[in-house]
């Protein structure tokens, strides 16, 4: 036991690295997307060698935590016990002899007195209890790499490459929660997990939400889902239980919850443990941190999935919590991670799901002060004003980024779902992302791909706020069909992609080179692949032409190669194609677009495609676009068929051939509606040769795939009936054919009838075929010879319905042939049976020389049959084909044993009777041979094939029976007879006298009591008696009876009774088998017989000899080849063949149609519609109750709305008349809703993502950048210098920068002499705000506090002014790039990105004093540009001056910028600033971005760009 190696399966790659996955097959909501398997009820067992090489792998990279030195906590309280400061016990702490003793007085220091060892605990865990629930789990240092952790889940412990990364926070106790509540959220967390494939982290503890979470799992997952506990190791408790010596050991763990105490035991739900230890015991929330650290590492991994590279998104889901939980949240959400808060659950959740909907400066300090005393009740009062603040700022701003905040409401749980709650919280945050465009919804549709959730992207994604073409969603239709996801391909077929423009030549070989690896198709390719003379895949991966190998190979060789091979090769090098979608959509589409080759017939080759894997609903879709269905469905039965042959699993090959029944009823359904219909245009179908199937027919691949469901249809039967009586009426009775072939004259008479309706199928076409398709003057035509296939000409020859005619029509029906062949034949036995009884003299008669006659006249025919070759298959292949026929090889060995009885006969006269002895034994194998002819019966052609598969159980019989039969005689010979040297005897005794007493003649010499002296030899000298059986001479015999007699009775008791019985159970089966199915198949092997006889001449033997002698006379002579006029095979040209596959498809659609309306009247449809009609109502109900809520909703907020208006002017009229001196003793009340409708007013374009503020917001956030200095919390309420903030006490920063020159801001603190709102020497104090205030002789900030004193970052104190020059210029790709409902005109605009930053900004930067372009400019431009520059400037149009809310402003220091617009209007100026630009440097990278609010760009920097696009009037 120990972990489990990494399952063998399809590769995926992170970041370069290959990793193998377990096969994930997808479907949709609600079942599982990742066909994984079911949950583990016991371990994975390794066999030593993977065990030791996992035990290294961890000793070497995974380590843990331990105090080595022993320091009392608190050594001077009296209440500090024994012990250390680590929290360990003395008696419990771990002891290392090379460390020395500490010095007294030593402080504890976790750098110095915690060390690093090899992990001791890893391995296999299992819970104590009834249930055998089986995890992994490690012991890993606190300092472990998130690198090496990621790569023990996945390589180490086999866990596949997650598709969503689920963290759950929240309450680390235990709660309560409303039990429909919990219900939900269990039911919608397992969904989300199951339909996505995510791993779900939490904090591993068998309480709080971690326990929640397990259950959830426990109690509503059908499938293995990943849940991973992260927990701390000095808070386990019974954790000894997890050591091992040896690593790797399992171990079995105690839920022992009773005497835990301050610990908390692991949660036997979980099937991942990750033991963060630091060397520590008792302490909480260790692992955060390395938490924190492996999910940002998990979601920064891009994986390659089915050609395409995906980041791991990751979500935050929060269910109630405490304070640690809202650091969690704030943490996350300013990393960019989603967060779903659970309204309902308790506390934190509940706070922030309340407040959510306010804006941002409705979220007071009282507000949150009350919301905690409500919710957080009797700790309540643990909590510090200072607190209080910290909540209220943070809550402000996990509200003020809406886009990556989402609640799911207590009300619409049952409604909404939490997997969908999750799932939409990633979408909103993929909208706010900084993408433009086609990659914004382009990542959108990956994720949702991934997730396997076609109803997101149908109502989320598909909308109608961008165009899609039916390009960009080719790479998404390429990972739907690898994935096996065929709700997302019915979608993108839905949407507008064409199988002709997606599916290219170098597009199916990379499909085929992304078969699941443990199939078998893929087996098969890599054994063409490797009879190419490679030995490794990836040096020579699988090309088109192995694919034709192996379907020739499926469908038999009477079919053409698929895919030319000279071809393939042409294309080998473009099957390694990656495909990658990192950046647009259309990368993927242009990288083949330059060497692509489209496929003529991408219908079927998608449909082989799904086929060969056994993937039906993939199947079902393509298939239902297929124009030749009905070829098309038998030969995916045919396949199919085929592949469960050699299919080794059972499962697989039980649904192979359930699909392949599926596919052969589709076929005939389709052919049932088209007979329905049209019977002629049916009858076409069957022998229409199809181009797109190797060249073969209907009629073809049902009889190679045993199709007796399809030949048994009522309409195949029929043409089939009319094949068989030519052009002969099928109402002429069997009296008059005897008659006519008695005495042809007869046929003149009118005593038989002709089929009215002789039209070929071009007169069909051309009568037939009006108002479906074009009509043509020659509708039917051969193709071209060089094509190899034999054209079905017209009979040339007399008038019909001439005599002369209606000779040849009756002497050429199949019918009149058979009778003529069966009365031949028949003769041929009594001429053989009176030669061999009669007149087989020492030299033949002339008799016997007209037998060798008629058996040549048959041999003749056997070998046009094998040398006909219309198809041009080839000698082999034809001979295959030929010798496969049981009746065939019947043939061989009559024909053969015939030879040598000939020779033998002939040779000499000491060998005549020999001769005589063939010819006899060949006599029997041609009168079996008769039972062919009878085949044609419907009386006896079932029981002739009753008796065939008989005669294959009987074998088996044999087999077993032999054991017996040899075991008893040589038990019986040995026992009764000593050194018998006569093999003839042993024989007899061994096997034939046994043989013989099955049926009754029991053996008298196995009782002593029946020895005669006289009837054996006792030497053996007599060859004709037997070997006196053992005796004294006396004729007293010496064996033991009683042994010889149990024996024989043993023998009849098993051999008689058992095995005789066995037989006769296996022949009733046999006969009950076919007699169920008699009609099936015997219209089945009917066909064989009636396509013999249509296709031989119509002379009979031995006069068929002069058939064959013209046939080899016309080839040899006039080189004219041999082909047949009766074969079952007609090809149309293009326009006739369109017209009938575009009748079929139609036909198709009414089948399908038909089966809906049938599927639609079942009982289960009936109940599930019901069903849907109620929910339907149920919901209805519920808006029409809501409706009524939102309509006084709304009348409340127009009439909060009306009195903030009010109460606005009247404050502003009481400030206005106090100002004049007039005074009121009477206070203004003022509702405390108005405000949020004054919050409401400030709302601008952004309302629907980050919330809009009154104040700065940037430069209050948290972290100041760049550094490890965090700020005070200011919320907005506290921004305003007017506002008293009672404790405000900010931290003072003052980052050290190069560039200031003499300036030292520490030197302008102490001396405080600046001259602010003023020049200054070289420096320009004043602000574009006004008059600021300066305290203390520091400037303050206009727009208010930021939470941080000092200069921070920036150069100097007070306002830092910045130039941002706006290039813009008129789009060139506006049209590429216009999504729906765009009027406006685009702009390009010119940014930068600098080497260690991630996103672009505008060319500009801090003005140095005295200087006009900033230096970052200047950096970008040629020196002898710069005066052409400024002098654009100066033409250019001010489109902003002021404040520039940036997070590095501080108290007394801010950024003010001025934005000047320069349009480059004609191409002579782009140039000239083009040539201009710094032609290289590896610091700066420069380009022209469309200009759209979802540029990657500062957030500052956007309003100005929006006022460039207002001023111009472009699109923003």
Known sequence: MGNAKSQPGRRDQVDGSELYTRNLRSSHRPATADGKKKKKTSPKFLDGETLGVLNSWVSQNIRKKECVSFILRDPGSPNAGDICCCGHTKDLHFQDPSVSPVTPGAIWDPQKHVREFPSDAHGDLTFSGTSKIWAKYVRASSDTNPRLLFELMTQQWGLSIPSLLISVTGGAK?????????????????TAAQSTGAWIITGGS?????????EAVRDFSDSEIVLIGIATWGIVHNRRFLLSEAGGAPAVYPMDEGSQGDLCCLDNNHTHFILVDDGSHGRYGVEIPLRTKLEKFISEQTMEKGGTAIKIPIVCVVLEGGP??????????????PCVIVEGSGRVADIIAQVSSLSPSRITIALVKEKLQNLFGDTYSNFSQQQIIMWTKKIQDIVRMGSLLTVLREERAGEQGMDVAILQALLKASRSTDHYGQENWDHQLKLAVSWNRPDIAETQIFTDDWSWKPADLHPSLMISLIDNKPSFVRLFLERGITLSEFLSWETLTYLYNNTEQPSLIHSKLGRQVALDGSRDFRELPIQLHHVSRVLQELLGDFTDPLYPETRSRRARALAQVNIKMNGKVSSWKESLEPVSHHLEHPERDLLIWCIVQNRAELADIVWSLSPDCVVAALACSKILKALSKEEEDTESKQDMMALADVYEERAMGVFSECYRNDERRAELLLIHVSPKWGKTTCLELAQESQGRLFMSQGGVQMFLTKTWWGKLSVENGFIQIILCMLFFPLIYSGLITYRMDSRTPQSLFKNSMNGFGQRTQNSIKSQHRAQGIPRAPAIRGPRPYSCFWKFLVFFNAPVVKFYYNVVSYVGFLWLFAYVLMIDFQTYPSWREYLLYAWVLSILSEELRQLFYDPDQLGFITKSIQYISEFWNRVDTLALGLFAVGLICRLVGTDTVYLGRVFLSLDFMIFCIRLMHIFTVSKVLGPKIIILRRMVKDIFFFLFLLAIWIISYG??????????????????????YEPYLTLF????????????????????????TLPKCVLNDGAGNALFPEWLTIILMCLYLLLANILLLNLLIAMFSYTFGDVESHTDQVWKFYRFGLIKEYNERPAAPPPFILFSHFYIVCKYVLCKHPTRSHKVLRWVLDETAEASLLSWESYMRDNYEESQQQLNKQSQEYLVKDTAESVSAVLGLLKIERGSAGHQLEGRLSVLEEQVAQSSHYLKWIISALTEKGFSSKTRILVHSSSLENEDKAVLGAESLGERASLYHVNARIMQYPLSKVSRYPVPDEMVPWEVEFPGYDPPLYIAVRNDRGSYDPNYEISQKNRKYNALDGIYDFRS?????????GLPLNPMGRTGLTGVGSLRWFGPNHSLHPVLTRWSLNFMDFSPRKMSRKMLDVLVVKHKNNELWALPGGTLDPGQKIPPKLRSILKTQYLSEFLALLGGGTEVFRGYLDDPRNTDNSWIETQAVNVHLESLESMERLQENLQESNSEISLRWQLLDRKIPLYANEKEILQRTAEHLGAHY
């Open 324 to 337: 640690g939980t809202l650091d969690t949240i704030y943490n996350s959400m300013c990393n960019n991670t």
């Open 206 to 214: 068998h309480a709080g939400v971690m326990k929640h979470v397990g």
């Open 1328 to 1336: 574009s705000c006004g008059i600021y205030i300066v305290k203390d």
């Open 970 to 991: 040589v038990a019986k010979q040995s026992i009764l007879v000593t050194n018998e040297p006569r093999l003839y005897w042993i024989f007899r005794n061994v096997i």
């Open 174 to 190: 235990n709660f309560n929660i409303n039990p429909r509540l919990k219900n939900q959220f269990s039911r919608g967390l397992v």
């Open 1000 to 1023: 009754g003649q029991i053996a008298t010499d196995v009782d002593g009591l029946n020895f005669d002296p006289s009837k054996c030899t006792e030497n053996a000298t007599n060859s």
